[in-house]
């Protein structure tokens, strides 16, 4: 059975803080692992990363992927409010192009 | 603008009665997926079309139904058979064999069985 494990589940910083969260998954046929950041309604796009030990940044967001460990992390630098969300993780299966979701971290960053 | 519409943004149904939530698209792709996602849990697939006139199940079908007539629309039946209905419902679209920006997601139906 696919499984996809976020840890922490919820997690509560200060503005300036630098997070790590956490993502370890076992799928089957898997083919690459998208973030995406949830704060309402639909999920916006993060990274997809496909190969191992390439770090992918975006400001201050950045993430990497481990295939041997079947783990990725994703790290925010220097918090701010408008970080709060949900964020989630989804390995994806080749062939169907399926998405398999974690539960997801919800951070919350206080002014 | 392209993008991925889902209507209505809320919808209350009494129990006993089937309900249709719809999924349009205007991106040309093709494939189309729904997802339910409860409180504290991630998004749950429900099914996925990777082509017009042809879908699957994926891991929580049962109580569902869906059609995929044309590519730009995959609506999704929630019949009185589903026990526990009300969730958020969330319909996305990719490109078929191809991630690279990920699915494009709608902004959602939120169905309350009252």
């Known amino acids: 059975e696919d499984k996809v494990v976020q840890s922490p589940l919820s997690l509560v910083v200060h503005e300036g803080d630098t997070v790590t969260l956490n993502c370890s998954y076992e799928v089957t046929n898997f083919r690459s692992l998208l973030w995406y950041k949830q704060e309402k309604k639909a999920p916006t796009f993060l990274f997809m990363l496909?190969?191992?030990?390439i770090e992918k940044k975006s400001g201050r967001l950045s993430s990497i992927l481990d295939k041997k460990e079947l783990f990725s992390i994703l790290n925010i630098t220097a918090t701010q409010t408008g970080d709060s969300a949900v964020y989630l993780c989804?390995?994806?299966?080749?062939?169907?192009?399926?998405?398999?979701f974690g539960k997801g971290t919800k951070l919350t960053v206080n002014p | 603008d392209g993008g991925i519409t889902q209507s209505p943004k809320y919808l209350f149904r009494k129990e006993g009665q089937n309900v249709t939530l719809s999924c349009e698209q205007n991106?040309?792709?093709?494939?189309m997926y729904w997802y339910r996602q409860d409180p504290g849990q991630g998004l749950r697939l429900i099914y996925y079309?990777?082509?017009?006139?042809?879908?699957q199940k994926g891991d929580i079908a049962e109580g569902y139904s869906v059609s995929r007539e044309k590519k730009e629309s995959f609506p999704l039946t929630v019949t009185s058979a589903q026990k526990n209905p009300t969730a958020f419902y969330l319909c996305?679209?990719?490109?078929?064999?191809?991630?690279?920006?990920?699915?494009?997601f709608g902004s959602g139906t939120r169905l309350t069985v009252v």
């Open positions: 989804a390995p994806a299966q080749g062939g169907s192009e399926k998405l398999v």
């Open positions: 991106l040309n792709h093709d494939a």
């Open positions: 996305a679209s990719s490109g078929a064999h191809s991630l690279s920006g990920g699915y494009t």
């Open positions: 496909t190969s191992s030990g």
């Open positions: 079309s990777q082509i017009v006139n042809d879908f």
